[in-house]
Antibody
Framework: EVLLLQSGGGLVQPGGSLRLSCAAS????????MSWVRQAPGKGLEWVSV????????YYIDSVKGRFTISRDNSKNTLYLQMNGLRDDDTAVYYC????????????????WGQGTLVAVSS | DIVMTQSPDSLAVSLGERATINCKSS????????????LAWYQQKPGQPPKLLIY???TRESGVPDRFSGSGSGTDFTLTISSLQAEDVAIYYC?????????FGGGTKVEIK
């Protein structure tokens, strides 16, 4: 059974930092690209970042470039999102998500999602 | 960026009746080299992560009831629930995975009339 178990998150002041983790099981983690998707309270879904299975290819949306860092440790089957310089508009539930198929880089179609973790940025 | 526009924002349908949700992309998500539409549909219930229903515009994910179907090509797509059940109350999102950044529609809330 595929499981994505998220941890991290919480309340942080503007300008602060947090690290999210997503521990994967039930599949060959290193074969699949992984993404982070966020959802502001009462709003729709916004994709944030992706990392290829090898970790060699990475993409961020413009609004988080230079502030967020996606990474993975394939020996620990864990995905990370380091978030620095947090702003009010980063407040959201953050989900990790697994690509549906094995590809050379990424597919960006998600068949399994973590349970979500709330990041609240407020003074 | 490809903009995904869903309509309506919400709809109320009687149990057992058909629900139809539309999604329009600002540019084609049909990839000519493989003739596939890079369009997916997700269902999200309150307090839960999204669940993949449909991909390649019309392929049902394993385990998804056959009352859910997807259609369309190019820029115009439809998700149909043929006979609405109480457990289908949710928000539905379309998503294009043709090009970075991937983008979602704004969502359509489906309720029981």
């Amino acid at each position: 059974e595929v499981l994505l178990l998220q941890s991290g998150g919480g309340l942080v002041q503007p300008g602060g930092s947090l690290r999210l983790s997503c521990a994967a099981s039930g599949f060959t983690f290193s074969n699949y690209a992984m993404s982070w998707v966020r959802q502001a309270p009462g709003k729709g879904l916004e994709w944030v970042s992706v990392i290829s299975g090898s970790g060699h290819s990475i993409y961020y949306i413009d609004s988080v470039k230079g502030r967020f860092t996606i990474s993975r440790d394939n020996s620990k089957n864990t995905l990370y999102l380091q978030m620095n310089g947090l702003r009010d508009d980063d407040t959201a539930v953050y989900y990790c998500a697994k690509d549906h198929e094995v590809t050379r880089e990424w597919q960006l179609l998600f068949d399994y999602w973590g349970q979500g973790t709330l990041v609240a940025v407020s003074s | 960026d490809i903009v995904m526009t869903q309509s309506p924002d919400s709809l109320a349908v009687s149990l057992g009746e058909r629900a139809t949700i539309n999604c329009k992309s600002s540019q084609s998500v049909l990839y000519s080299s493989d003739n596939k539409n890079y369009l997916a549909w997700y269902q999200q219930k309150p307090g839960q992560p999204p669940k993949l229903l449909i991909y390649w515009a019309s392929t049902r994910e394993s385990g998804v009831p056959d009352r859910f179907s997807g259609s369309g090509s190019g820029t115009d797509f439809t998700l149909t629930i043929s006979s609405l059940q109480a457990e289908d109350v949710a928000i539905y999102y379309c998503q294009q995975y043709d090009s970075n950044p991937l983008t979602f529609g704004g969502g359509t809330k489906v309720e029981i009339k």
